[in-house]
């Protein structure tokens, strides 16, 4: 799997948009990318992932460069709940396969009144 | 979304006994599932791979005899920690594939204490 670079922490604003960088320049054409989150002393949540497309859920929005050698993570309004590890990690995603994640060291993310 | 549960979520044992910790995957059948560890202030590390009804797949470093794990059911995984040592407190997470479409789902988490 390709290797990710994030920054290792940010601090934002409560109601304020958080945007997260990922640099992920040696990703092959079929591996997507990943986000997770990490909440202190709990196991990782899945936020959104996406190929090439930029991405939106209810939690968040994926925004992929069209060379598609980084991402940025789109977190509209972040609330204090949001303090978190998140981790951007690229994985192969064939259906009816189970491949592996690999987590880097991820960015701390502190959201502040 | 998928539900994965452990438990024990925390444990605290002597030096040298044995701790076991289940994996269960409550709304899905699972046939891999994923063992973590993770030390305080890291990343999480992959420790093996769990397949239904086959041998786990280790990550280079971790002992197979140390970490014994058991994937007897499409909805449960077990890591035995054998003859825990201090050295071996950390958090261990589970994560288990819903294969049809890739994806992960973790567990909790369930943090051990070695005294």
């Known amino acids: 799997d390709a290797k990710t670079t994030q920054p290792p922490s940010m601090d934002c604003a409560e109601g304020r948009a958080a945007n997260l960088p990922c640099n992920h320049s040696?990703?092959?054409?079929?591996?997507?990318v990943y986000w997770y989150r990490q909440i202190h002393s709990q196991g990782p949540q899945y936020i959104i992932h996406?190929?090439?497309n930029n991405e939106t859920n209810e939690m968040a929005s994926l925004i992929i460069t069209e060379d598609r050698k980084s991402s940025t993570l789109i977190l509209p309004h972040a609330t204090l709940r949001d303090t978190a590890v998140y981790y951007c990690i690229v994985r192969v995603a064939l259906a009816g396969t189970a491949s592996k994640l690999t987590f880097g060291t991820g960015t701390r993310l502190q959201v502040t009144l | 979304g998928a539900v994965v549960s452990q438990h024990p979520s925390r444990v605290i044992c002597k030096s040298g006994t044995s701790v076991k910790i289940e994996c269960r995957s409550l709304d899905f059948q699972a046939t891999t599932m994923f063992w973590y560890r993770q030390f305080p202030k890291q990343s999480l590390m992959l420790m093996a791979t769990s397949n239904e009804g086959s041998k786990a797949t280790y990550e280079q470093g971790v002992e197979k005899d140390k970490f014994l794990i058991n994937h007897a059911s499409l909805t449960l995984s077990t890591l035995t920690v054998t003859s825990a040592h201090p050295e071996d407190s950390s958090f261990y997470i589970c994560?288990?594939?819903?294969?049809?479409?890739?994806?992960?789902?973790f567990g909790p988490g369930t943090r051990l204490t070695v005294l």
């Open positions: 040696t990703i092959s054409g079929n591996e997507y």
């Open positions: 996406g190929l090439k």
């Open positions: 994560s288990a594939t819903r294969t049809s479409i890739n994806e992960q789902f």
